[in-house]
T-cell receptor, first 113, second 113 residues
């Protein structure tokens, strides 16, 4: 049974810092991994999707890496801003003829101005 | 291009009642997945529909059901509501399968009293 864990559960950093969020999964046979952000009381915003054959994806100040063999993904945020404050969730899809994401517990990020 | 829309956004129901939530996917998307988010359990997969057929179902009681129409719009129904059904219900749409990103709607906040 796939289990997804995110560390740390919460993180507070001053504006401008570079930071790394971690995501671990127990079953390496994933099809893809997706990073989302969620603002309080809102839905999820997709940030990056990494296919199982890829090692990393980049979008602006965000860079996500994937190491299937070790069951890990990291989300790197460069030059953090207060607007980055949100909960960050990673989710894995084990593939097959279906769409089913298994989510981690999330990291609550606060960027202090 | 319009995003995923969910109606209603907020709902208050009494224990024992039933409720129907609606989700309209992004135009052209044929897969719709439903998730339940609670503080205690996080985000959990409910079910996924593709071309009016349920392709996968999560570990929820039979009180939770859904359907998809020919225009890909989807509804989920919860009968005999319990206090523990209070949650944010999110739907996500995708083109076909795990190759593509899932895009989430803003959610329906259900409160059961």
């Amino acid at each position: 049974k796939q289990e997804v864990t995110q560390i740390p559960a919460a993180l507070s950093v001053p504006e401008g810092e570079n930071l790394v969020l971690n995501c671990s999964f127990t079953d390496s046979a994933i099809y893809n991994l997706q990073w989302f952000r969620q603002d309080p009381g809102k839905g999820l915003t997709s940030l990056l999707l990494i296919q199982s054959s890829q090692r990393e994806q980049t979008s602006g100040r965000l860079n996500a890496s994937l190491d299937k063999s070790s069951g890990r993904s990291t989300l790197y945020i460069a030059a953090s801003q207060p607007g980055d404050s949100a909960t960050y969730l990673c989710a894995v899809d084990n593939g097959g003829a279906t769409n089913k994401l298994i989510f981690g517990t999330g990291t609550l990020l606060a960027v202090q101005p | 291009k319009a995003g995923v829309t969910q109606t209603p956004r907020y709902l208050i129901k009494t224990r024992g009642q039933q409720v129907t939530l609606s989700c309209s996917p992004i135009s052209g998307h044929r897969s719709v997945s439903w998730y339940q988010q609670t503080p205690g359990q996080g985000l959990q997969f409910l079910f996924e529909y593709f071309s009016e057929t349920q392709r996968n179902k999560g570990n929820f009681p039979g009180r939770f059901s859904g359907r998809q129409f020919s225009n890909s719009r989807s509804e989920m129904n919860v009968s005999t509501l319990e206090l523990g059904d209070s949650a944010l219900y999110l739907c996500a749409s995708s083109l076909t399968d795990s190759v593509y990103e899932q895009y989430f709607g803003p959610g329906t906040r259900l409160t059961v009293t």
